[in-house]
């Protein structure tokens, strides 16, 4: 089975290795380590990404994209490019709504938003989150509900 991002005629195996049109899923797992793969930098705090999951799919897909970002530019502010978007497939609108989404639901800020510029982005309660699971993790997590 093949997994597509955007585009029908670009397979996952393209984006993953960055190697040509050529490239199999098996060239893209045959890589030893993470060099030419990306993924998504961790810890991510599980309330933070709780929070999100309650939101429209715009925002789910957002916040996964606010997690990557964070762990790229190992940084809580950082510019939301329309290119990274574009690389986890959300459109301008359905990038606008997301951020919109998680902006009123407290997880992030826009501190710098103007027309045809990049919205620049600090991420908020990410540690706060963190050290709340870490005090409340003295057994199983509880009171999530999974729908």
């Not at 459109?91 to 103007?114: C, N, Q």
Request: one cysteine or more.
């Amino acid at each position: 089975m093949k997994y597509y991002l955007q585009d029908e005629s670009e397979p996952i195996a393209y984006v993953i290795s960055g190697k040509g049109q050529g490239a199999s899923m098996k060239a893209a797992r045959g890589a030893k380590g993470y060099s030419g793969r990306k993924f998504i930098c961790g810890p991510i705090p599980l309330l933070w990404m709780c929070k999100a999951v309650s939101l429209p799919k715009c925002g789910i897909v957002v916040a996964l994209l606010i997690s990557y970002c964070r762990g790229l530019e190992r940084s809580d502010r950082f510019k939301l490019r329309p290119a990274r978007l574009r690389e986890f497939g959300i459109g301008r609108s359905s990038g606008s709504r997301g951020i919109l989404a998680l902006e009123e639901a407290g997880l992030i800020r826009v501190v710098d938003r103007h027309r045809g510029r990049a919205p620049l982005i600090e991420v908020l309660n990410w540690e706060s989150s963190f050290t709340a699971e870490l005090s409340a993790s003295s057994g199983p997590i509880e009171n999530i509900q999974v729908y």
